[in-house]
Each structure stands twice: as structure tokens, then as C-alpha cells.
């Protein structure tokens, strides 16, 4: 078979996977070195508290190509770990793996690729096998979203450089790259794959939940929308209020007065002003967030190994420790 000569890089996001990384790197890198002529692997470590770290040093020696390992100085999440890989990677094609963990066929991987080469600059592998939180999510956002957007559960992505840069150069604070993806307006495509079932379903907590309201928030005019609906509704009920005390006061004299009709109309007012405020609070935050302008992750270390010319199975690291990036 021959090997295509482009140059590819292949972003691994690792956190706690010391049970199947070293396989996944193997298996990863064993079609890659049958696909391409050249390549590199870079690993992002998000600040990994098990053997993780530890494994992927001991499996680099098997692997071929070139290797960087990425130790963040704290936890990030996938979304911003995921960025220091990119800003490192310097293929013309680039892999994104957001999980460690393999529940499809290793050729996907390829198929990727000769998707792309047809015209397209955005490929995913995508699958149904997926939580009820992330359906409800992608349903949700997919209908109230203004850029269009028909996102899903993901476990590969191949971009071109291009598209890539485009995303990059985006001034975004809240980095979700499917819908920056989505907002440069390149094509894109969907492979869909059969899951082996093996992978974890996302659990919801505060991380998700968190995640899902800021792109919810920056990718949609939902919280505007519902504040103005809930003022409109409040406006109105105030104003049926308004007109049944009118009517009471001048049609039943023998009304006694009570304090529910009081307490029905303050309880509910007040908390549709606290909702939209709430709503403001979020909006005047993400613009507080934009004004400072923080990196996205911080460095620990960049571990860099490179292949010995005449040698398959060993390698040489070069570690630079940097400060933040």
C-alpha cells in the first residue's frame, strides 16, 4: 500500500487513562506509520493524578515518528487541553482524539482521511451510542443555535490546516470547537462508525453541566431570548393583575381583602426578575472573561522525542519546562 506524503499530527487528550493509553498510542501510531510517510504524535497530559505520565514515557520507545508530551500545570478540560495541542501540531492534517479510550475499528482512521481528500476540510467520526445529557444537549443547541449548527457525539475529528487556522485565529473565550468549526464556513463532512460499546457514558456533573451553559450562552441568544419572554409574560400577568384588582374594587364591594393575591403576584414577579438578572449576570461575566484575556492552559513541561536515524525502537527525549503558554 502506498503511503500518502502529507504530514499529519495526531492530538491525543490524556487524563487519568493509565489503563489504556499505552494500547491506544500503539494502536494509533501502528496505522498511522502504515498511512503516512511522516507524522507526529502529541499527547496532552491534563495534569493526570494516576501512572499515566509514567506508561506514556515506557511506550515511546516502541512507537515510531515523532513524539511531544504536553504536561499542563492543573486541570483544564478537554476543550482548552485540547488547544495546546493544536497550537503545537504541525501537520497539514490534523487528528483530534478528545478521549484516550478505542470503542471503534482502528481503520476509521484512515477512512478520515481519504474523506477529506474528496473536498472536505472538516471530517468526524460520529456515533448514536451516546448519554441522554449529551442528546438532550446536542438537540438543544442544535435548535436555538444561530450559526446553523448540527452537532453530535464525536470521537475523531480530522481538519485541514486551513480550517484549523481559521478556528485558531477566532477570538473566542469559550473554546467549543465543533461550533467554531462550524462558524468558519468550511465543509464538512460525517463518517459514521458502529461503537464496540466499551466507551464510558459521560456522567453529568458540575464540569458538563458547566460546559454546556457556556456554549449554550456564547453560541446562542437563548438566555436573551428567554429573558424577554419571561419579561413579556410578567408584563402581562402584571397587567392581568392590574385589571382583576380594577375589577374587584369596582364590582365587589364584599371582597375581602387577602393577602394571597398579593403574595401570588410579588413571588412570581420577583422571580422572573432574579431569572433575568441571573441571565444579565452570565452575559456581563463572559464579557468580563473576554476583557481579560487569559491563556487558554498553562505548561508544565513540553517533552519532545525524536527518532534516532537507523533506529526503530528507540528514541531520544529533549524536555523544555515552560512557564505558561
Known amino acids: 500500500m502506498m503511503k500518502e506524503h502529507v504530514f499529519v499530527s495526531a492530538i491525543i487528550y490524556a487524563r487519568n487513562n493509565e489503563k489504556e493509553i499505552s494500547k491506544t498510542l500503539e494502536s494509533i501510531d501502528t496505522v498511522l506509520n502504515k498511512t503516512f510517510i511522516n507524522y507526529e504524535i502529541v499527547i496532552v497530559n491534563d495534569f493526570s493524578e494516576d501512572k499515566t505520565l509514567q506508561i506514556i514515557r515506557n511506550t515511546i520507545p516502541s512507537l515510531r515518528g515523532n513524539i511531544i508530551v504536553i504536561n499542563l500545570s492543573r486541570k483544564h478540560g478537554v476543550e482548552n487541553a485540547m488547544m495546546a495541542g493544536l ?44 448519554s441522554s445529557f449529551s442528546k438532550l444537549f446536542y438537540k438543544v443547541i442544535n435548535r436555538i443555535s444561530y450559526l446553523d449548527l448540527d452537532l453530535g ?89 392590574l385589571g382583576y384588582s380594577v375589577y374587584n374594587y369596582v364590582f365587589n364591594r364584599n371582597v375581602v381583602e387577602g393577602w394571597t393575591t398579593i403574595m401570588i403576584l410579588i413571588s412570581t414577579g420577583f422571580a422572573g426578575l432574579f431569572f433575568i438578572i441571573g441571565m444579565l449576570g452570565e452575559y456581563i461575566s463572559r464579557i468580563l472573561i473576554e476583557s481579560q484575556n487569559r491563556p487558554f492552559y498553562s505548561t508544565k513541561s513540553v517533552e519532545l522525542y525524536k527518532e534516532k536515524p537507523g533506529a526503530k525502537n528507540n528514541a531520544e527525549a529533549e524536555v523544555a519546562v515552560t512557564n505558561s503558554i
Open 87 to 130: 497550537n503545537k501540531s504541525m501537520g497539514d492534517f490534523v487528528y483530534e482524539f478528545d478521549s484516550a479510550i478505542i470503542d471503534y475499528n482502528i481503520d476509521l482512521i484512515p477512512q478520515l482521511y481519504k474523506k477529506a481528500v474528496t473536498g472536505f476540510d472538516i471530517v468526524s467520526a460520529s456515533t448514536e451510542l451516546s
Open 153 to 241: 457525539t464525536e470521537r475523531i475529528r480530522l481538519v485541514t490546516r486551513r480550517a484549523l487556522n481559521a478556528m485558531l485565529c477566532l477570538k473566542e473565550k469559550v473554546r467549543y470547537r465543533k461550533a467554531l468549526y462550524a462558524y468558519t464556513g468550511y465543509a464538512k463532512a460525517k463518517v459514521e462508525f458502529l461503537s464496540t460499546g466499551n466507551y464510558p457514558q459521560k456522567k453529568l456533573n458540575r464540569e458538563n453541566v458547566a460546559l454546556a451553559l457556556d456554549v449554550l450562552v456564547s453560541f446562542s441568544n437563548f438566555g436573551l431570548r428567554i429573558s424577554h419572554y419571561l419579561s413579556f409574560l410578567f408584563f402581562f400577568f402584571s397587567i392581568f393583575m
